[in-house]
């Protein structure tokens, strides 16, 4: 293991170091030896929560001007939970969420992730 993989994994447990707002905190670190034979450290993939059924959680329909961060920090208190309303939606471009006013989006997924 280089220096730098071990400086990595033990700053931080082997679970990625990220903010406590963010999607990947408390991710679990991995190391793989890419075919140079470099070692890298790479977060494990993250499994996006079932949504819930239509009618048992909150939702909001999209007026022009909606931003996923305006939204984050007004119904979660943090700009940076933008992408809670996106796992609750399971869209693939977060920007679709937001593109067509008179949408109705979920903003949890109604199972305390988002």
Same mark, same amino acid.
């Given at each position: 293991?280089?220096?730098?993989?071990?400086?990595?994994?033990?700053?931080?447990? @082997?679970?990625?170091?990220?903010?406590?707002?963010? +999607?990947?905190?408390?991710?679990?670190?991995?190391?793989?030896?890419?075919?140079?034979?470099? %070692?890298?450290?790479?977060?494990?993939?993250?499994?996006?929560? $079932?949504?819930? $059924? @239509?009618?048992?959680?909150?939702?909001?329909?999209? +007026?022009?001007?909606? +931003?996923?961060?305006?939204?984050?920090?007004?119904?979660?208190?943090?700009?940076?939970?933008?992408?809670?309303?996106?796992?609750?939606?399971?869209?693939?471009?977060?920007?679709?969420?937001?593109?067509?006013?008179?949408?109705?989006?979920?903003?949890?997924?109604?199972?305390? %992730?988002?």
């Amino acid at each position: 293991m280089t220096d730098l993989t071990q400086f990595l994994l033990s700053n931080t447990d @082997e679970t990625a170091d990220f903010t406590a707002s963010s +999607r990947y905190n408390g991710m679990p670190l991995k190391v793989m030896t890419d075919q140079h034979g470099r %070692e890298r450290v790479f977060v494990t993939r993250r499994f996006l929560p $079932q949504p819930a $059924q @239509e009618g048992t959680v909150p939702t909001l329909q999209i +007026r022009e001007g909606d +931003r996923l961060d305006l939204l984050g920090a007004a119904y979660f208190a943090d700009a940076s939970l933008w992408w809670m309303i996106v796992d609750a939606n399971l869209v693939n471009y977060p920007q679709e969420l937001v593109s067509t006013p008179g949408r109705k989006i979920a903003l949890t997924t109604g199972n305390g %992730e988002g």
